[in-house]
Nanobody
Framework: VQLQASGGGVVQAGGSLRLSCAAAGSILRINAMGWYRQAPGKQREGVSC????????YYPDSVKGRFTLSRDKAINTVYLEMNSLKSEDTAVYYC???????????????????????WGKGTQVTVSS
């Protein structure tokens, strides 16, 4: 599986951005896809995950209600809609996927990044206050 992420940029606090992640290759093997972010000096953290078996989405409390993950099956792409952005959302955002059966509830925990098999290139999101 290969992942191509896009959509980062600079936005003012309170604004919105949409990130896209297109998957190619052995799509049928994918169990879940997620978005992670890493700010300077901080560990990579999960901000969303979608379970491909039932389409359910999961978010940590830090972004719940502001971020929405969706999937377009026809073009093998997931989107992360980010609203009400805050300065603390500034980070490099990565999409990732796994063929393992690890549940999304685990994949968005601090240990979650270790459960992902394939990572896309990061895209910078900068929220100015």
């Amino acid at each position: 599986v290969q992942l191509q992420a896009s959509g980062g940029g600079v936005v003012q606090a309170g604004g919105s951005l949409r990130l896209s992640c297109a998957a190619a290759g052995s799509i049928l093997r994918i169990n879940a896809m997620g978005w992670y972010r890493q700010a300077p000096g901080k560990q990579r953290e999960g901000v969303s995950c979608i379970d491909f078996s039932d389409g359910k989405t999961y978010y940590p409390d830090s972004v719940k209600g502001r971020f929405t993950l969706s999937r377009d099956k026809a073009i093998n792409t997931v989107y992360l809609e980010m609203n009400s952005l805050k300065s603390e959302d500034t980070a490099v955002y990565y999409c990732a996927t796994t063929i393992s059966p690890a549940p999304c509830q685990v994949l968005i925990t601090p240990a979650g990044p270790y459960g992902m098999d394939v990572w896309g290139k990061g895209t910078q999101v900068t929220v100015s206050s």
